[in-house]
């Protein structure tokens, strides 16, 4: 057993989720820690994790090579799999209480909305439209924020071939086009966490102080955890 998950088993009792919490999704732009932190999480609280299956779709690299040409076949083919796992979600699990998955269904949009013609939406709005009436709904999202820089940074650190020709500049247009859509949604209680410049992979009490944000009891619609102005006030107290 590893260091960490002898960590995680060892303090699992340290937060616990309030509230009938048992299916958290975890979203934000590419890069941001989505899969970190859904794997983090259920290793620490024994959930079952349901990762987004990007390397099935045989078109997302020729996407990033050539946006305009790739574009519908590549929404196309993650539509119809995220679809089908979303089904999967259905199924009974009687080994786990919490399912943690690092996407919503809905975030498909995102990605239509900003890379499809006109032709090719009125197409996509028809399948999804006809489908997304047997989505689950999650207990709790969150969305992990960052800036295009970092977000850029934490791409190149891990180094998938099929990323390496995603620009700083589409990074800041999905930026824009995640926050018009979650600064709107309401479908689900909503976490909004400024992720810039946290680590909770490397950092223990980064991780901590994120757990006690998603833990929390009686929370409200939408909250927003920013570490920095935490920080800050910390200071100045001392």
Known sequence: MSERRQKNTQNQQTHRFGGDIRYIAIEGVIGVGKTSLATMLGDYFGA??????????????????????????????????????????????????VLITDYIFEKDKIFAYLNLQD???????????????????????????????????????????YEKHITAEYLKDLNEAYNYFFFR????????????????????????????????????????????KKRGTQKEAK
Do not use: C, W
């Open 119 to 161: 032709d090719e939406l009125k197409l996509y709005e028809t399948v999804v439209n006809a489908i997304e009436k047997n989505i689950l709904t999650p207990d709790l999202v969150i969305y992990l924020q960052s800036s295009a820089e970092r977000l850029l940074e934490n791409i190149r650190r891990r180094g998938r071939s």
């Open 48 to 97: 079952r994790v349901v990762l987004e299956r990007f390397e099935e779709n045989a078109f997302l690299e020729r996407f990033y090579e050539d946006p305009e040409h790739y574009a519908f076949q590549t929404q196309m083919s993650f539509l119809l799999s995220r679809y089908r796992q979303q089904q999967e979600l259905f199924q009974a699990d009687l080994f786990h209480n």
């Open 185 to 228: 949604y309401r479908q689900a209680p909503l976490l909004i966490v400024n992720a810039t410049e946290i680590d909770f992979v490397n950092r223990t009490d980064d991780f901590q102080e994120l757990l006690k944000e998603i833990t929390r009891e009686n929370r409200s619609p939408v909250e927003y955890y920013n570490p920095l």
